[in-house]
């Protein structure tokens, strides 16, 4: 059944505001912290690593603040997607995975099993999530960037570690990740746009 109804403006304008600090915030500080931090390498290294250094404290408050902005990010996509069924989907994936990357600021490289469930949950669960906001979004762009950009951020995460092993290429793991970070924050910077551009009087389909 479709149902129309109001996108609430006020929620929906703050969501696009935090949406667009924390693809840009967290970012740099990640960026500062490795040019801080004298023992990384990118050639070697996981970004995980700066999160037992001495630039821990810039590292680990980029990944708690940008997981806890993209929350509010989060419930605004809610809101304004709608309930179709791969949309719920794709936002729940979406949210879990941003509780997941600020846990990795709190359980750091020293909680071994605990760093390494939480890191994958948000490597892996926040493309996921844009793929399943792709299928499930017909309209205003979102769901074809949602899709496009989802599936490069996996293959950025999945198939560039392997090309660097088979190649013996002298990469860390640290790329691969700062590459869908970087994917994933040119996705939710676009759909922040849609938000703050949002009018007052304008209607959505909630599909259920």
């Given at each position: 059944?479709?149902?129309?109804?109001?996108?609430?403006?006020?929620?929906?304008?703050?969501?696009?505001?935090?949406?667009?600090?924390?693809?840009?915030?967290?970012?740099?500080?990640?960026?500062?912290?490795?040019?801080?931090?004298?023992?990384?390498?990118?050639?070697?290294?996981?970004?995980?690593?700066?999160?037992?250094?001495?630039?821990?404290?810039?590292?680990?408050?980029?990944?708690?603040?940008?997981?806890?902005?993209?929350?509010?990010?989060?419930?605004?996509?809610?809101?304004?997607?709608?309930?179709?069924?791969?949309?719920?989907?794709?936002v729940s994936l979406f949210t879990v995975?941003?509780?997941?990357?600020?846990?990795?600021?709190?359980?750091?490289?020293?909680?071994?099993?605990?760093?390494?469930?939480?890191?994958?949950?948000?490597?892996?669960?926040?493309?996921?999530?844009?793929?399943?906001?792709?299928l499930g979004e017909k309209g205003q762009?979102?769901?074809?960037?949602?899709?496009?950009?989802?599936?490069?951020?996996?293959?950025?995460?999945?198939?560039?570690?392997v090309i660097v092993f088979a190649l013996?290429?002298?990469?860390?793991?640290?790329?691969?990740?700062?590459?869908?970070?970087?994917?994933?924050?040119?996705?939710?910077?676009?759909?922040?746009?849609?938000?703050?551009?949002?009018?007052?009087?304008?209607?959505?389909?909630?599909?259920?």
């Amino acid at each position: 059944m479709n149902q129309q109804s109001k996108r609430p403006p006020t929620l929906i304008h703050i969501a696009g505001i935090s949406g667009v600090i924390s693809s840009t915030m967290p970012l740099m500080m990640i960026l500062a912290s490795t040019v801080l931090e004298k023992s990384f390498s990118w050639q070697k290294n996981a970004l995980s690593d700066i999160g037992v250094s001495q630039q821990a404290w810039l590292f680990n408050s980029a990944l708690v603040v940008g997981g806890l902005l993209n929350l509010l990010f989060a419930f605004g996509l809610r809101n304004y997607l709608g309930k179709a069924r791969w949309l719920k989907i794709g936002v729940s994936l979406f949210t879990v995975s941003n509780i997941s990357l600020s846990l990795v600021g709190v359980f750091t490289e020293n909680y071994s099993i605990i760093h390494g469930l939480v890191a994958l949950g948000y490597l892996l669960l926040a493309p996921l999530g844009l793929v399943f906001i792709g299928l499930g979004e017909k309209g205003q762009g979102i769901g074809k960037a949602s899709l496009v950009l989802g599936i490069l951020a996996l293959l950025s995460l999945i198939i560039l570690p392997v090309i660097v092993f088979a190649l013996n290429l002298k990469v860390g793991f640290a790329v691969p990740e700062f590459l869908e970070a970087l994917l994933l924050s040119i996705w939710a910077i676009f759909v922040s746009t849609k938000f703050l551009r949002c009018h007052p009087n304008t209607h959505f389909l909630n599909t259920s």
